[in-house]
């Protein structure tokens, strides 16, 4: 069904703001507004995992969550200044029960499964999670799901003027 991804990053920003601030760490978020096809609860489920990913391997600064509506797409780009991810381990995260094996990540619990089931979810909704990183400056995950637009709409609207 058509989500309104203001409304839902509203609802996911105002549970996880106790957890970011908690830590001593600032929250910034900046949203585009758009409409997607999704199961809400499934990417808000997504954007819960990065974001208690970023605020677990961050240990000062910020955690960020950007939303920007491209013509086709919509991306949501969580990003902390925590730990980053070694540039070797950055395919692995996403595995089932792969976790980095550093001291610094070692000292917080977790199954492994946040990531591999995020990137399944995204998937799933035609999209796809992508990662950037750099070693103590921090990292950012970057999910990309397809937009639902006027376009999208069988009768009328962009697409027949397209065709036509
Ligand atoms: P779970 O999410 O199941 O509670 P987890 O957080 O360890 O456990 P994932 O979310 O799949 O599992 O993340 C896998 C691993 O990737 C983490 O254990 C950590 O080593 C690394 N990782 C994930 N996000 C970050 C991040 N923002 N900064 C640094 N390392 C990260
Ligand atoms: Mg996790």
Do not use: M
Not at 4 to 15: C, G, K, R
Not at 57 to 77: D, I, M, N, Q, W
């Amino acid at each position: 069904q058509p989500v309104e991804v203001a409304t839902l990053v509203a609802t996911t920003v105002d549970q996880l703001r106790p957890l970011v601030e908690n830590k001593g760490l600032s929250f910034n978020i900046d949203v585009q507004d758009a409409q997607i096809e999704a199961d809400a609860k499934r990417i808000q489920q997504v954007l819960i995992n990065l974001i208690s990913n970023a605020t677990k391997f961050t240990e000062e600064g910020e955690v960020g969550l950007r939303v920007e509506a491209l013509p086709k797409v919509v991306t949501f780009t969580v990003y902390d200044t925590g730990i980053g991810i070694p540039e070797s381990e950055v395919q692995q995260v996403f595995e089932p029960f792969h976790q980095v094996d550093s001291s610094a990540s070692r000292r917080h619990n977790g199954t492994g499964l946040g990531l591999a089931i995020s990137r399944d979810i995204a998937i799933a909704h035609g999209g796809n999670i992508s990662l950037k990183s750099e070693i103590g400056k921090g990292s950012a995950f970057q999910l990309t799901l397809p937009r639902l637009d006027i376009a999208d709409v069988p009768t009328g609207g962009r697409a027949s003027l397209a065709a036509g």
